[in-house]
RNA sequence: UGGGGUAUGGUGUAACGGUAGCACGCCGGACUCUGACUCCGUCAGUCUUGGUUCAAAUCCAGGUACCCCAGCCA
């Protein structure tokens, strides 16, 4: 996205005619035919204060995709204004997780903090035409004197003071002379204004913390307001995208723009933010769930950061194709988790090879298959995929089936093991259950089967038929492994919905972890970040948790189970 | 009598004065060496009241509901 040559108006139309449409691309589109703008210029501007998450993503394949469509270009910009909040931890995670999602930014990488001396110079300027002055009120003060949503504030007895008077104490702010909170620089707009953030907003306050890129070089910091339109329009930005709730910042917006000396004129536009079924995607949240330990970190499994969902085995087009399908509105909405689910099945479903997992094992003795004896099947890598390869998976006398595959007193639509009947296991030989072995308890704790040979790779020659097909892996040559099982982070669509403390949602079943899970031998030492499936259980992927001795999986995600959902209706 | 926004099936969206369409979900069925996948079918919607028009989800007027804003956060 370095060199990227403008397109005219006419071809960039063209060439997006089959693209997705919003009402962001329909105003780009006209005013690229206007000539309103001769090229696109966007950005993504994360905050380091906290990890990206999949709401995030929306604003990352709408910037960096419309910036695509058109033959423009996106910024990867960060919002370091607060060096109270913002570290290089942050930093660094959000671009790995950027491009993890599959975007570039080439060389425009940029952050507020490269603008300091411009937007310092700015904030004179507007000192100098008697458009911002400085307050020494306190915080307190400027909160009372605002006013209230349905009464107008009051101006500050600082308001008035001389151009020379707020340049020598701005810089003297500057130089350090005063203590954190002692004296703002405000814009000087109306403080009868029925929008707030038009009563004279804030646009320079003194943090005395070292910034992770300028250091000590600064006391006073711009706010969002006076950094973020000003930094747009010395990149160049043109659309200027972010969430709704800054469509009340837009005339401050503008406001600075047309009273600033900047090169260029940006247009903000708003849209709806993501909000997801039975999670939460507010930085605030996110960083206390990590911060108070109710999960094991930003990249836990369960968190909807981009990390998580990485660490979790979601392949990052899955993403990608889920926010695609969400359109781009002003409206506000909770998308249902069934969609995210779907698309990521859908991927996994022609991508992911298959391999055989028992998580809960269960036994079985072929009484007459030879003691000893290994029979070397072959099994297809991913039936969605013929051509993709196959590999080999060791039967022997003794295997390992999941428990829930029997059942003793099987009703008539139960079609897998049971006493006297008979099954496929998959890829190997059908076999029918002799014998079933209890503790003295009553607990089963084997069974006893026959199978038949003519059946082998999972045909019968007779042409006779079975309802169900097992999976099952080879009790000798079996790989020990943790699998740890997850379910939604929460166990309510809307955390904290009515009033609720939304910890109180926090779903107590999230994680369960298998410790004797039964892996087929050709699972030892699967990479990490290669999802696939285990078949009939889900899809899985090996975690950095796992050792060369015991492997560690995390489950992505079920298959659909229209099993389970019969069970439960009953 | 503060300001700003948004209303289309359960959910997310499309339709830009001319047959309300798509996807997810739900329900039912077919198929199946994964009770998966795939395929087929069903259910279900224009917030409300008026107005303009041959014709309104779309234009106009009045209601109603919901969301955002009183950080020296972004």
Not at 427 to 437: K, L, N, Q, R, S
Request: glycine fraction near 8%; aromatic fraction near 10%.
């Amino acid at each position: 996205m370095t060199e990227t040559t403008p397109q005219t108006a006419s071809q960039a139309a063209e060439a997006e005619a089959d693209g997705p449409r919003d009402f962001i691309r329909d105003i780009i589109k006209g005013d690229l035919a206007s000539g309103k703008v001769s090229g696109i210029v966007t950005r993504f501007p994360p905050e380091p204060n906290g990890y990206l998450h999949i709401g995030h993503a929306k604003s990352i394949c709408l910037n960096f995709g419309v910036a695509g469509e058109f033959g423009g270009q996106c910024n990867l910009r960060f919002d370091d204004t607060n060096p109270a909040k913002e570290e290089q931890e942050f930093i660094d995670a959000i671009m790995e997780d950027v491009r993890w999602l599959g975007f570039d930014w080439g060389d425009n990488l940029f952050h507020a903090s490269d603008y300091f001396d411009t937007l310092y110079g700015y904030a004179c300027h507007l000192i100098e035409n008697g458009l911002a002055y400085v307050d020494d009120l306190n915080g307190e003060e400027i909160r009372e004197y605002r006013g209230t949503l349905t009464e107008p504030g009051r101006n500050s007895p600082h308001r008035d003071r001389t151009p020379a008077e707020n340049l020598d104490l701005f810089q003297r702010m500057k130089a350090g002379e005063f203590n954190d909170g002692e004296r703002v620089l405000r814009a000087k707009i109306d403080m009868a204004h029925g929008n707030m953030n038009m009563r004279d907003p804030v646009i320079y306050r003194i943090v005395n913390k070292p910034h992770p890129r300028t250091g000590d070089a600064w006391k006073i910091y711009p706010t969002y307001d006076f950094a973020h339109g000003q930094s747009d329009a010395l990149e160049k930005v043109t659309h200027s995208l972010c969430t709704l709730e800054f469509e009340d910042h837009r005339p401050l917006y503008d406001w600075l723009v047309e009273h600033l000396p900047v090169p260029a004129r940006p247009r903000q536009y708003e849209f709806s933010r993501l909000n997801l079924g039975y999670t939460v995607l507010s930085k605030r949240r996110l960083t206390q769930l990590v911060t108070e330990g109710h999960v094991s970190g930003w990249d836990d499994p369960r968190m909807p950061t981009l990390t998580g969902l990485r660490r979790r085995g979601i392949p990052p087009e899955t993403i990608r194709e889920f926010i695609s399908r969400l359109g781009v509105t002003k409206q506000d909405s909770v998308v249902e988790f069934s969609l995210f689910e779907h698309c990521v099945r859908e991927h996994l479903n022609k991508a992911a090879e298959r391999r055989m997992a028992v998580l809960r094992p269960l036994k079985v003795v072929i009484e007459n298959f030879p003691e000893g004896e290994v029979d070397n099947l072959d099994a297809i890598d991913n039936p969605e995929d013929p051509d993709g390869g196959s590999h080999t998976v060791p039967f022997t006398r003794e295997i390992y089936i999941e428990q829930d595959d029997f059942m003793e007193d099987a009703p008539k639509k139960f079609f897998r093991l049971s006493l006297g009947r008979e099954v496929r296991l998959r890829y190997a030989f059908f076999i029918t259950c002799t014998d079933v072995i209890k503790d003295d308890a009553g607990n089963i704790i084997e069974l006893r089967a026959t199978y038949d040979p003519e059946t082998r790779g999972g045909d019968a020659p007779d042409g006779r038929k079975v309802k169900g097909t097992l999976h099952w892996v080879s009790a000798s040559h079996a790989v020990k492994a943790q699998v740890r099982l997850y379910d939604h982070l929460f166990q309510e669509e809307s955390p904290g919905a009515g009033g609720r403390d939304y910890l109180e949602d926090l779903n107590p079943g999230s994680l369960e972890v298998i410790e004797d899970a039964m892996l087929e031998p050709s699972l030892a030492g699967w990479p990490t970040g290669k999802t696939l499936q285990f078949e009939r259980l889900g899809y899985f992927c090996a975690d950095r948790d796992g050792t060369a001795d015991t492997p560690v999986f995390n489950r992505t995600m079920t298959l659909r189970d229209s099993w389970a959902k019969a069970q439960k209706k009953g």
